[in-house]
């Protein structure tokens, strides 16, 4: 069965340092997003991208934060200069399209877990 | 404001003892209402989608309802292997995010 792909799935990273989290989401999917959760609260959304721009952001997604489509197949998520609060999973995540009833779902994978010290 | 609940926030079943969880949301518009499983350290498994009140689907020991306020998952006869965290998560009319709801951690004891 098709799933979303992440790479890394734990890293340490001092404060202050750039980290690119990586994923290839389902081949033939459209939409693409990434979301965090802090350990022990709910699952928030950081940003979806379509068609080679990011098309919503929450006000998470502040300018430390960027995202790229590189080639065909990844997605990354960038945090330029990380902060301790910025310790979280990092779930990226696919959808096929924007149907009224088909194709809706958002498939998530494994995550990322980052930690900054 | 946009806003997805979920109770009980934890619940400890006996094996075979059925029960349901619930999600009460308000959102303006909604277009869909979701259903996933979490594991520890693992992201989202996704179970069901729900569109429309009235509407119902299965799987399994799973069964999802949606009514215009609220969403139930009903775990019939659970099984240890069920024990996860169950997340809720709302799709609005416009914009492609979802929503979640802090979950329901379920514990099935044997």
């Known amino acids: 069965e098709p799933e979303v792909t992440q790479t890394p799935s734990h890293q340490v990273t001092q404060m202050g340092q750039e980290v690119i989290l990586r994923c290839v989401p389902i081949?033939?999917?459209?939409?693409f997003y990434w979301y965090r959760q802090i350990l022990g609260q709910k699952v928030e959304f950081l940003v979806s991208f379509y068609n080679n721009e990011i098309s919503e952001k929450s006000e998470i997604f502040d300018d430390q934060f960027s995202v790229e489509r590189p080639d065909g197949s990844n997605f990354t998520l960038k945090i330029r200069s990380t902060k301790l609060e910025d310790s979280a999973m990092y779930f990226c995540?696919?959808?096929?399209?924007?149907?009224?009833?088909?194709?809706?779902?958002?498939?998530f994978g494994e995550g990322s877990w980052l930690t900054v010290v | 404001e946009d806003q997805v609940t979920q109770s009980p926030e934890a619940l400890r079943l006996q094996e075979g003892e059925s029960s349901s969880l619930n999600c009460s949301y308000t959102v303006s518009g909604l277009r869909g209402l979701f259903w996933y499983r979490q594991d520890p350290g693992k992201g989202p498994e996704f179970l069901f989608t729900l569109y429309s009140a009235g509407e119902e689907k299965e799987k399994e020991r799973l069964k999802a309802t949606l009514t215009k306020k609220e969403s139930f998952l009903h775990i019939t006869a659970p099984k240890p292997e069920d024990s996860a965290t169950y997340l809720c998560a709302v799709q609005r009319g416009t914009g492609n995010q979802f929503y979640f709801g802090t979950g329901t951690s379920l514990t099935v004891i044997p």
């Open positions: 995540a696919s959808r096929e399209k924007f149907g009224p009833l088909s194709g809706n779902t958002i498939y």
């Open positions: 081949s033939n999917h459209l939409y």
